[in-house]
């Protein structure tokens, strides 16, 4: 751990012209970010909640987080493996009927009915570090028939939660084969959204209760959730898209008329809209290997197992655009292994949201970061928000 310095302030000063810049060119209406280190904690709030409006961004604004969901809910299963009521290496089709008895594609470009029976079943671990054989498939939309077939389904990972009940959802992937055998290659998104369903059924309540039991409540989360209630919608951002062919930033997701307002699935994989305090609470308790003030969440062990990368070079194969060569996937969450900039420190994990969000925690600098815009990312590459962030909180830290 370094000594108890944090970040100079002129630098500090630095980043929030940068990060301004943005929202001054028209980019964003708005974004807040937040850094924290050895204690010391500084939130920016920048710019207004949507274009032309009058609400201005505050420390408190309600943000959807998109894939920042995940690692939330690998924290959440791995409480129960911990009080043994999931185990990593069991099957998980004592829970998910649904899955037992997959069939297996023998090309990902064959026809759906040119399968082979699974090798084995898919386990705890395979939904965690995203192995069990289904996800996004890393090609142009329509290039392949099984492509097709989980967007007709209504399965396809996107930024909004799926509009299908859970037995629904599981019902309709139950009728896919798998792209590839379990624990062979890592796939995208699937297994959180499999993951939160079968939270669900093990604990026998919502995945929303079973979070804020065992997670929001203990933890002061008191603004995170899969819906909005009513009297907090003032609070939330809208957020933004570019319309294809014109470049053109239109609505995504409004405040008032928000696709966030009573949600069919609580989406595992994506589907929690939080602040960048409450989530500041969630990646300080990882910090703290699990411990959250005098409150601990999960064991030393457990968070190092979740946090270290658990992929081979031969499952991170196909997923090269998500990795390169200097990151890895834990337990619901990445994990960089090379410093290839500013910030990738080996050690450092977390994850970005599809809809604008960033949130990594670095034990080596005692440091963590969380960026807040209501941008959809659409394209492989982050955007220069992200990295500019990135870059500027790096270049903060006063030793």
């Known amino acids: 751990m370094s000594n108890q310095a944090g970040f100079s302030k002129e630098r500090l000063g630095r980043m929030h012209q940068v990060m301004a810049g943005h929202v001054e060119r028209g980019e964003i209406p708005g974004l807040v970010t937040l850094v924290w280190r050895n204690g010391e904690c500084h939130v920016d709030a920048i710019g207004k ?3 032309g409006g009058n609400e201005m961004m505050k420390r408190d604004t309600l943000f959807r987080i998109a894939s920042m969901t995940k ?6 299963a791995m409480i129960l493996v911990e009080e043994c009521v999931l185990r990593l290496d069991e099957p998980v089709e004592r829970f998910l009927p649904e899955l037992a008895d997959r069939r297996v594609l023998r090309q990902i470009d064959g026809p759906l009915d040119d399968t082979v029976p699974a090798n084995r079943s898919i386990t705890l671990r395979d939904l965690l570090t995203f192995r069990l054989g289904i996800g996004a498939v890393l090609a142009p939309p329509g290039s392949f028939p099984i492509q097709k077939a989980i967007e007709a389904a209504g399965l ?3 930024p909004n939660p799926p509009i299908l009940a859970p037995d629904e959802w599981m019902s309709r992937l139950s009728s896919l084969p798998l792209v590839h055998q379990p624990g062979e290659s890592w796939m995208y998104h699937t297994g959180s959204d499999i993951l939160g369903v079968l939270l669900s059924r093990a604990s026998g309540m919502t995945l929303e209760k079973f979070l804020r039991e065992r997670l929001f409540t203990p933890l002061g989360m008191k603004d995170t959730g899969f819906s909005v209630p009513e009297q907090k919608r003032n609070r939330l951002s809208t957020s933004y898209m570019i319309k294809p062919g014109t470049g ?3 609505v995504h997701d409004g405040s008032t008329e928000s696709r966030w307002a009573n949600p069919a699935f609580e989406s595992g994989g994506g589907g929690l809209v939080s602040t960048v305090d409450d989530y500041l609470a969630f990646c300080l308790m990882l910090l703290g290997k699990g411990s959250y003030g005098s409150t601990r969440v999960l064991s030393r062990s457990t968070v190092e197992l979740m946090t270290s990368d658990q992929l081979t070079q031969r499952q991170k194969e196909q997923a090269h655009i998500f990795f390169e060569d200097h990151s890895g996937w834990g337990l619901g969450m990445g994990v960089n292994i090379r410093r290839n900039s500013l910030w990738s420190t080996p050690g450092r994990f977390g994850w970005d949201g599809g809809v604008g969000t960033s949130g990594y925690t670095d034990p080596a600098e005692n440091m963590v970061g969380i960026l807040m815009t209501q941008r959809m990312m659409q394209s492989p590459e982050p955007p ?6 990135w870059t500027t909180a790096y270049q903060a830290l006063s030793n």
């Open 71 to 76: 690692p939330i809910v690998a924290a959440a």
């Open 248 to 250: 053109e930033l239109v």
């Open 384 to 389: 220069r928000v992200f990295s500019d962030f």
């Open 49 to 51: 909640t949507e274009f």
């Open 156 to 158: 396809a990972p996107g």
